[in-house]
């Protein structure tokens, strides 16, 4: 049921009603869905209000893939031991709020591109398999993980739901939208699992990151002293929170 499901309202309303968006959302969610297979590019979502994405990722993606088979990575989590217990054997990679510049003795882009184009990566004295999809999500300006060289798509996220909540009469509150995001979710399974992702993949044109286009986003190309002088002008909690 299309035209009813909140899921899909809800995905619109995320991308701030832009078709383009948010049906770059959809091929990203069905292809992940439904192929069960690498795609040659991650998903990258940027809000100022973290209940969009997270609601995004703990109520639609996590039910959809299997929590155990997602895995979030943040700041305190990128050294060797925990991301080789983290990267192997996953769906669903959620990078959140990553604002470390270097991971494993690389700029932090590196290892996005290598999860990205290997399926097998040696890691801690040990292979471990990388065959997941790559979700990116950020409430800082700074997004390392990307840069003009790593395959990604960029959506800015509504910074908040309120038209939207108006428009169904609930509140903005993440658990009074969770609940009817739960009671959609096999609706919305469904409506997956009958996309033709041919025609939808070839409808669709997916406007990858090219650097500097978006400029409310600081990637991992820009120099460390920009970064800080970004993070200041614009007060980047996510960012200083790394620091704290």
């Known amino acids: 049921n299309v035209e009813n499901s ?10 701030n009603n ?4 948010a049906m770059s959302i959809i091929v990203w969610l069905a292809k992940s869905f439904n192929l069960f297979k690498k795609l040659p590019y991650a998903l990258v979502l940027h ?15 996590e039910p959809l893939f299997n929590k155990n088979h997602c895995e ?16 192997d054997e996953k769906v669903i990679y ?17 290892l996005v591109k290598r999860l990205i184009h290997k399926e097998e990566y040696r890691l801690n004295n040990k292979y471990i398999t990388t065959l997941a999809n790559i979700l990116i999500t950020s409430t800082s ?12 798509v ?9 038209e939207f909540c108006k428009e169904k009469n ?3 509150d993440y658990y009074a939208i969770s609940p009817l995001i739960k009671h959609d979710l096999m609706n919305f399974s469904t409506i997956l699992r009958s996309v033709d992702l041919n025609n939808l993949s070839d409808a669709v044109e997916l406007q990858h990151y090219n650097g500097g286009e978006n400029r409310d986003i600081v990637d991992g190309d820009v120099a460390v002293v920009k970064v800080f002088e970004s993070a200041i002008k614009n007060k980047d909690e996510a960012f200083f929170q790394k620091i704290k």
């Open 6 to 15: 909140f899921i899909l309202s809800f995905l619109f309303a995320m991308a």
């Open 154 to 162: 960029v959506i800015d996220i509504a910074s908040n739901l309120e």
């Open 94 to 110: 959620r990078f959140h709020n990553t604002t470390t510049p270097t991971i494993l003795e690389e700029d932090a882009k590196e």
């Open 141 to 152: 300006r700074y997004i390392p993980l990307i840069a003009k060289d790593v395959p990604c």
């Open 18 to 21: 832009d078709v383009k968006k």
């Open 170 to 172: 609930i509140s903005t």
């Open 72 to 87: 979030i990575i943040s700041n305190d989590t990128l050294d060797k031991k925990a991301l080789s217990q983290k990267l």
């Open 47 to 61: 809000s100022k209000d973290d209940i969009p994405m997270r609601l995004f990722y703990e109520e639609i993606i």
